[in-house]
């Protein structure tokens, strides 16, 4: 708890400057399960259709061995439009036995967001 005077809160010298969008960032793909987690990749700079592409065909069956959860695992993906490509869209219909689309950057899907809350505990 901090205590201030009344309508002080504004001041400067009571912000402290924080970096939302435009400072450093790293994009990870990865997968996870209540028995564990399976692969991650480190994507460098932009991903488009075929880096993410290669990234599913590479990582996501394998993930789902690692964790043992083959046959019966699920895809959860967002909106995005290198998700939704035809090439993307046909592989998950033969390879994956559920694909599940969420909205785009909802964090109540983002299981990323539900660890930094426990982290940031």
């Given at each position: 708890?901090?205590?201030?005077?009344?309508n002080?809160?504004?001041?400067?010298?009571?912000?402290?400057?924080?970096?939302?969008?435009?400072?450093?960032?790293?994009?990870?793909?990865?997968?996870?399960?209540?028995?564990?987690?399976?692969?991650?990749?480190?994507?460098?700079?932009?991903?488009?259709?075929?880096?993410?592409?290669?990234?599913?065909?590479?990582?996501?069956?394998?993930?789902?061995e690692?964790?043992?959860?083959?046959?019966?695992?699920?895809?959860?993906?967002?909106?995005?439009p290198?998700?939704?490509?035809?090439?993307?869209?046909?592989?998950?219909?033969?390879?994956?036995?559920?694909?599940?689309?969420?909205?785009?950057?909802?964090?109540?899907?983002?299981?990323?967001?539900?660890?930094?809350g426990?982290?940031?505990?």
């Amino acid at each position: 708890m901090v205590w201030r005077k009344p309508n002080s809160e504004l001041e400067m010298k009571n912000m402290t400057p924080s970096v939302r969008h435009g400072g450093g960032s790293q994009m990870v793909w990865g997968c996870m399960s209540h028995v564990g987690v399976g692969n991650l990749h480190f994507i460098d700079g932009m991903m488009e259709k075929h880096m993410y592409f290669g990234i599913l065909k590479q990582n996501l069956k394998q993930g789902a061995e690692k964790m043992d959860i083959l046959p019966h695992y699920k895809l959860y993906q967002d909106n995005d439009p290198k998700h939704n490509v035809h090439i993307c869209r046909l592989w998950a219909l033969y390879q994956c036995p559920e694909v599940i689309r969420t909205p785009a950057q909802s964090p109540d899907v983002n299981p990323i967001e539900k660890i930094l809350g426990h982290l940031n505990n």
